[in-house]
């Protein structure tokens, strides 16, 4: 009994020792009365919906956090809320803040007291050039993917398709260069601040789109105390998962049930080079890829290439048949990823999410695995480029 005793205090002075009392007290001009919400992570892994009431255009939030987190201010309940609706996005910091807000600009809020919130303004302070010169871009690729999107659905013929995709991958051309600027700025901030809490939410974001080592020296960079912290926690585990899917490492066996209701199972490929394709029947730039795919799998087959499609479509199966159908891919295997967003959204672990296994957070991401069961290639997020992997295959397989 008494042991149980101390493993309780122990526990309630572990509690107390990292969960820490912040206020947040604002102002908001426009806006009188009513009431305010803020979404933040008191600690426990989960996200708390709260409100406070609006008085004179004064309120006050008070909470518990577990150190600077990021969080969102609302003027009317998110589920209320439509996609232009505004919101603010503050880093909260144990402590007093204070914040200034305009009702219809709240991107645009004011926050006092959190460092981490003054190294952000001083990112994006860098960052606006660019977000300028990108955002009719990014509008004019969403127009034209929601087109395309309602275009399959409608059944549309293939040349009209074909044309669409061929306008999004224009339009994804022109954002590349924004996309590299807005990379490099990210990853100088990280460099040069490795110690701060806005570094280490980059690095979250960022690290499944570097290569291993680049990404393995970030966090190497970090202090003790932030590796220790919710977003150092993160990032390892998103680094482990790099880690996973990298060349060095022998690569994850999973066992599936493929497109044709039969069983798959990687084990069976060993003795064969094996290309593994992380896609999606949404993703544009993966359905745009498989001609060349298909180009290599008809030069390289004979030698001993097979290709396994890995797709995240296991909330829409339709949609996946119907692309690997209207795409011509079906001369290779394809399964699901395995995605539980049940599991996903209890942050409950997901073994069966192949995905996981191989850091995937960005399509298309291929796999290249030898004959040993060893991977030797990673090509998309986190990895080299396509040209690579072509590089790669003439290397192994000849011309």
Known sequence: MKQISLLIAACLLQLSVSAQSFTLTGTVEGKHTGYVYLSYPPGNGNYKMDSALLQEGRFTFSGKIDGPSMSSLFLSRPSQMSYDDDAASLFLEPGAMNVSLKKGQLKDAVLKGSKAQDDMALLNAVRKPVMTGLAP?????????????????????SASLAAMLDELEEVKGKMEPY???????????????????????????????MKLPEAEASYNNMPPALQQSSFGKEIKKELDGLRSGSPGSEA????????????????????????????????????????????????????????????????????????????????????????????????????????????????????????????????????????????????????
């Open 252 to 399: 994850y066996v999973f066992s599936k049930t493929d497109i044709n209701g039969q069983p798959l199972n990687l084990q069976d490929y060993k003795g064969k080079y094996v290309l593994i394709d992380f896609w999606a029947s949404w993703c544009v730039p993966c359905r745009k890829g498989n001609p060349h795919l298909k180009t290599l799998y008809a030069k390289y087959k004979s030698k001993g290439l097979e290709i396994i499609g890995i797709s995240d479509d296991d909330s829409r199966p339709e949609e996946w048949k119907k692309a690997v159908a209207h795409d011509g891919i079906e001369i290779w295997k394809h399964v699901l990823r395995g995605l539980d967003m049940e599991k996903r959204q209890r942050k409950e672990p997901n073994p069966e999410d192949i995905s996981d296994h191989y850091g995937i957070h960005s399509l298309p991401t291929k796999i290249l695995i030898d004959p040993k069961g060893m991977i030797i290639g990673r090509y998309g997020g986190g990895g080299e480029d396509d040209e690579a992997m072509d590089k790669k295959l003439i290397e192994v397989m000849g011309n």
């Open 179 to 209: 996309y590299e600027k807005m990379d490099a700025i990210d990853k100088d901030f990280i460099t040069k601040h490795p110690a701060s809490y806005a570094s280490a939410y980059l690095l979250r974001f960022r690290i499944s789109s």
């Open 137 to 157: 871009l990014s509008a004019t690729y969403n127009k034209l993917n929601l087109a395309y999107i309602a275009a399959r659905r409608a059944k549309k013929d």
